[in-house]
């Protein structure tokens, strides 16, 4: 403008989720004690504001952070009666992903006669083999290794016809598995936070002898939705 400003105070406001209370001082060149309000400006002068805002979680799950500066200053006939305003919004980009590590228990066998030995299977008769009956307990690690919140988990596995699921726990979350199909594994878990883990346990039985030279093999999978993805479109998991 033409006249000398007063009393021009700076502000910002966040948009949700974002917080203001997350942003630290805001201090302008010049001010004495860096403070954010400018005591004086005259026409064409220009001051420098800096502050530093702190990301939080729900930040980088909204996959924006949007905000608006504001500058109010007295002008010589006037209290609060001059101001302007400013928006930005910062994109931050998001790596969802997801991590399921699966391993087949160890055993150590403690027969009644001989030296302990380690199986994959409860080896309860201590043949050296997997029987009818016998259990195969597999531990499922799920972690989500990206930077968002993942909803809706779901870890599933179909497993070979010699073996059949006898029991699932976990760490977190509830069976999903309504068909009530003995070769199949559902589990749900709602939300996996950033660096956070689950461990699913399944117990199977074996269904028929199975050599112990045989590999029995099956795969589990994990898929979840990252904040910005659409529920009702698998494609995007």
Do not use: H
């Not at 972690?143 to 976990?170: F, H, M, P, Y």
């Amino acid at each position: 403008g033409n006249v000398t400003l007063t009393d021009v105070d700076v502000s910002d406001l966040f948009d949700p989720p974002a917080l203001t209370t997350d942003l630290g001082p805001i201090t302008c060149d010049d001010v004495v004690g860096g403070d954010n309000v400018i005591a004086t400006m005259a026409p064409g002068d220009e001051v420098d504001c800096t502050a530093t805002y702190t990301l939080s979680q729900a930040d980088i799950d909204e996959g924006t952070v949007g905000n608006t500066a504001t500058a109010t200053g007295d002008s010589p006939d006037g209290t609060d009666d001059v101001t302007d305003s400013d928006d930005e919004d910062v994109t931050l980009p998001q790596d969802p992903s997801v991590d399921i590590v699966k391993t087949a228990r160890p055993i150590t066998n403690d027969p009644p006669e001989g030296d302990d030995y380690v199986t994959a299977w409860a080896d309860s008769n201590f043949n050296g083999r997997p029987d009818a009956g016998e259990t195969v307990t597999y531990d499922y690690v799920v972690t989500n290794d990206g930077n968002v919140t993942l909803s809706d988990v779901l870890i599933e596995d179909t497993v070979d016809a010699r073996l059949q699921v006898s029991g699932v726990s976990a760490t977190m979350g509830a069976e999903s598995d309504s068909d009530g199909d003995a070769q199949t594994v559902e589990w749900q878990i709602p939300t996996l936070g950033v660096g956070e883990s689950a461990t699913i346990t399944v117990n199977f039985l074996v269904g028929s002898s199975v050599p112990a030279a045989d590999a029995v093999n099956n795969d589990g999978t994990v898929v979840a939705e990252a904040p910005l993805g659409d529920p009702g479109d698998p494609a995007d998991d």
